[in-house]
């Protein structure tokens, strides 16, 4: 089975920085793209940001020259780099992965979407 922790969520003054954190934990797996979304109050969930294996990045155009999505592949993570926070960015966010599990049992071979547990993020204005 595969995990995914996130960190770093908090109370940040608008203008103000915060970066988020998320590891995968497990065994026998590869993990493919890793994304943040986020759920504020009200609306339905949606993509921050994503990032492919090779290291392809895509923004929401709410956050385009605001947030950067990074990741270690040897060590599964993922950070987002959140600057210059608005009020609207205030929302649970989500870390995604989209993972090969089963790694060396071929009958267990999958492609799974795994979602982290949410982390709040307040922007005060």
């Known amino acids: 089975q595969v995990h995914l922790v996130e960190s770093g969520g908090g109370l940040v003054e608008a203008g103000g920085s915060l970066r988020l954190s998320c590891a995968a934990s497990?065994?026998?797996?590869?993990?493919?793209?890793m994304a943040w979304h986020r759920q504020a109050p009200g609306k339905p969930r949606e993509l921050v940001a994503k990032?492919?294996?090779?290291?392809?990045?895509t923004y929401a155009d709410s956050v385009k020259g605001r947030f950067s999505i990074s990741r270690d592949n040897e060590k599964n993570t993922v950070d987002i780099q959140m600057n210059a926070t608005r009020s609207d960015d205030t929302g649970v966010y989500y870390c995604?992965?989209?993972?090969?599990?089963?790694?060396?049992?071929?009958?267990?071979?999958?492609?799974?979407?795994?979602w982290g547990q949410g982390t709040q993020v307040t922007v005060s204005s």
């Open positions: 497990g065994s026998k797996f590869m993990v493919n793209t």
């Open positions: 995604y992965a989209f993972i090969l599990v089963g790694l060396g049992i071929e009958e267990e071979h999958a492609m799974k979407a795994f």
């Open positions: 990032i492919t294996g090779g290291g392809e990045t």
